[in-house]
């Protein structure tokens, strides 16, 4: 039998060594473990609703999908039992966005109208004194996509959008209209919601007869669909853009300028507070006006918001700058139209031919005293200014400009002082209009 070995100093010093190996945990590191276990805790119980949300609607989802494959066979059973070609439709287009809060009207800002097309059927199936009622709903805006018109009532039913939990109903206003004579016009109806919290981002208007209401009496009338758009939040339009955008709208309607952003409050240092006051002194000096919008303005931005500023809707109103020894007509952006250089007449075609340098000059120092200008809607044709080929012409087009000139001149006699002038100079007009016309500038 094996003696046992005797105890040593050695294994007592290996036994002290493993015990130092062995880690030791800190009162502070079991109080982090427990903290972090609570954290998890809390944490699951936050996420939960929310999972919970996003697993029923993709099980909604699914079931929609389940449905409309079960209905599909019934419902191509039920239109060979009721074929017909009568479908509601939309009369005209909506914008492609729509704002919450505001009317919903079309492209033109006119009511909604909703009528019965007939096609190939029968019109004495549906009297025009029939009273059907439609209903109103909102769709998704995946729904019939591709062109598609062969849809069931099933599956436009399924389509419909319902307001999110805890939220108002999608549409406010007149969502239920009597078809009169095949037709009705929409009132007051406006949405609630944008339409950001779907999958596709944008709704579509359906419009569907109500069950009830005669349709038993008549074969199928198909629903109508309007072209898909997007809802946004009502605050959203205090910011938009205005495509054209119009003379007198503020000057952050144009394309990278916001509303009180740095480009904004710098035009605003330089007085320049509309889109007309922005055109004018691009036209003048677009070297000054880049200078404005300093640095911070990349050559894309500066680009993209001259190019959006130059589709404005510029009118008939023209601008009257005169002169010891000339008379300058201007559209609204300080733009030379017209001119009358001593005795001789200039077209827009011809105003090539004087020099550039005196040209910027008038037109600079029309720009100076614009506040000073005389306004008045332009009525001189420009086929009488254009015209050219026959010794004529030129009496023609004096003739005409003068005549206008004369006439709007002649109209102010009576309540301003035409000899006496902002700019110290004098400017008289004598015209005969039969015969030959001369003019005295001086």
């Known amino acids: 039998m094996a003696s046992k070995r005797p105890f040593s100093a050695t294994d007592s010093c290996m036994d002290q060594r493993i015990e130092k ?110 009273l059907l009622k439609i209903e109103i709903v909102v769709l998704d805006g995946e729904f019939a996509s591709g062109d598609r018109e062969d849809w069931t009532a099933e599956e436009f039913n399924a389509s419909i959008v319902k307001e999110r939990s805890g939220k108002r109903p999608l549409l406010h206003g007149e969502m239920n209209v009597v078809l009169r004579h095949c037709a009705a016009t929409i009132g007051d109806l406006e949405f609630t919601d944008n339409s950001s919290w779907i999958r596709s981002r944008k709704f579509r208007l359906g419009a569907r007869i109500v069950s009830g209401s005669d349709r038993d009496k008549f074969p199928r009338i198909r629903e109508a669909i309007t072209e898909p758009f997007v809802v946004k939040d009502h605050r959203g339009e205090l910011y938009k853009k205005h495509y054209p955008p119009m003379l007198n709208d503020e000057v952050w309607r144009l394309e990278k300028i ?134 004529g012409s030129e009496f023609l087009v004096g003739k005409s400009l003068l005549q206008s000139s004369y006439e709007f001149l002649s109209g102010q006699l009576e309540s301003q002082d035409w000899d006496s002038n902002s700019d110290n100079h004098q400017f008289n007009i004598s015209a005969r209009i039969e015969g030959n016309f001369h003019c005295n500038f001086g």
Not at 110 to 122: K, M, N, T
Not at 262 to 287: A, G, M, W
Request: proline share 5%; net charge positive; charged share 25%.
């Open 21 to 130: 190996k062995r880690p030791r945990q800190s009162f502070a590191s079991i109080i982090g473990e427990v903290v972090m276990v609570n954290s998890l805790r809390h944490l699951s119980k936050a996420l939960e609703p929310l999972l919970r949300r996003v697993v029923n609607e993709e099980v909604d989802r699914c079931l929609i999908r389940y449905s409309r494959s079960l209905t599909r066979a019934s419902s191509l059973k039920i239109q060979a039992l009721e074929p017909s070609s009568f479908q509601l439709y939309f009369v005209n287009n909506l914008p492609s966005t729509i704002f919450t809060g505001s009317k919903i009207t079309d492209v033109e800002s006119q009511p909604l109208r909703i009528a019965v097309e007939v096609g190939g059927e029968d019109p004495s199936l549906l009297p025009i004194s029939a």
């Open 258 to 391: 916001g509303k009180e952003g740095v480009f904004h409050r710098k035009l605003s240092d330089h007085n320049i507070k509309t889109v007309q006051e922005f055109l004018q002194l691009y036209t003048i000096d677009p070297q000054k006006l880049r200078t404005f919008l300093g640095v911070a303005m990349s050559v894309k931005m500066w680009e993209a918001t001259v190019k959006h500023a130059k589709t404005c809707e510029l009118g008939s109103k023209l601008y009257l700058f005169r002169g010891p020894n000339f008379l300058l007509f201007l559209n609204p952006i300080c733009e030379v139209v017209r001119a009358m250089i001593g005795e001789q007449i200039y077209s827009s075609r011809d105003l090539h031919n004087i020099p550039q340098d005196y040209l910027k000059n008038l037109r600079r120092q029309a720009f100076d005293n614009w506040a000073s200008l005389q306004d008045f809607e332009g009525n001189l044709r420009e086929s009488l200014l254009l015209t050219q080929g026959n010794e």
